[in-house]
């Protein structure tokens, strides 16, 4: 059984570029959070996506945005990207958010040059 | 808002130790308590959670007892081995919540 899955491992781009990340939940789980993980810290949350709405966002701006197709996976996308979005971005599946848990990805390292 | 607070590492054992990792937590209502651990270059795996006050989670030798008087969900074990170097977080998620608060985490090194 596949875990949660995110596309690429790792990225570089220039500073105000734009970027998009991908996220495919574990099998049978149908909410995908996002979480940016600076160097050293715990993870931020950033939204999570249920019935393809986006659900519930955290203290982030509106050049994060994120969609979610009907088959569950989900898009992170961030504009004008700033040196200070260099971090892992962390993809994380569930089923029952509250009582179970979190499945998470790998990851994917964004590092802004 | 909620918060979640780690004791400060790293904390370096010698292998057999016994691990005390002290997680508090502020937060209104009775969120839903949980130990995570990353190995380098990974994401994050669920370790233990528990649900409601007094209880106690367990996996892979490790434990933690959700009290609520303390505000605490300390994680423990008795006997750590060179596997357990990782970096612990704790977090904690409301019900109906989408997200989860973490702890900065902390890392934990074993030398054999």
């Known amino acids: 059984d596949a875990g949660v899955t995110q596309s690429p491992t790792h990225l570089i781009k220039t500073r105000g570029q734009q970027v998009t990340l991908r996220c495919s939940p574990k099998?049978?789980?149908?909410?995908v959070s996002w979480y940016q993980q600076a160097l050293g810290q715990g993870p931020q949350f950033i939204f999570q996506?249920?019935?393809?709405?986006?659900?519930q966002r955290g203290n982030f701006p509106d050049r994060f945005s994120g969609h979610q197709f009907p088959n569950y996976s989900s898009e992170l996308n961030v504009n004008a990207l700033l040196l200070g979005d260099s971090a892992l971005y962390l993809c994380?599946?569930?089923?029952?958010?509250?009582?179970?848990?979190?499945?998470f990805g790998s990851g994917t390292r964004l590092t802004v040059v | 808002g909620d918060s979640v607070t780690q004791m400060e590492g790293p904390v370096t054992l010698s292998e057999e130790a016994f691990l005390t990792i002290n997680c508090t937590y502020t937060?209104?209502?009775?969120?839903?308590l949980f130990w995570y651990v990353q190995y380098p270059g990974e994401g994050l795996q669920l370790l233990l959670k528990?649900?409601?006050?007094?209880d106690k989670g367990s996996n892979k030798g490790f434990e933690a007892t959700y009290r609520k008087e303390t505000t605490s969900f300390h994680l423990e074990k008795g006997s750590v081995q060179v596997s357990d170097s990782a970096v612990y977080f704790c977090?904690?998620?409301?019900?109906?919540?989408?997200?989860?608060?973490f702890g900065d985490g902390t890392t934990l090194t074993v030398k054999p």
């Open positions: 994380a599946s569930s089923l029952d958010r509250q009582r179970y848990g979190y499945t």
């Open positions: 099998s049978g789980h149908d909410t």
């Open positions: 996506y249920y019935e393809e709405e986006e659900r």
């Open positions: 937060a209104t209502g009775y969120p839903s």
């Open positions: 528990a649900t409601k006050a007094d």
């Open positions: 977090a904690l998620t409301h019900t109906n919540a989408g997200k989860s608060t």
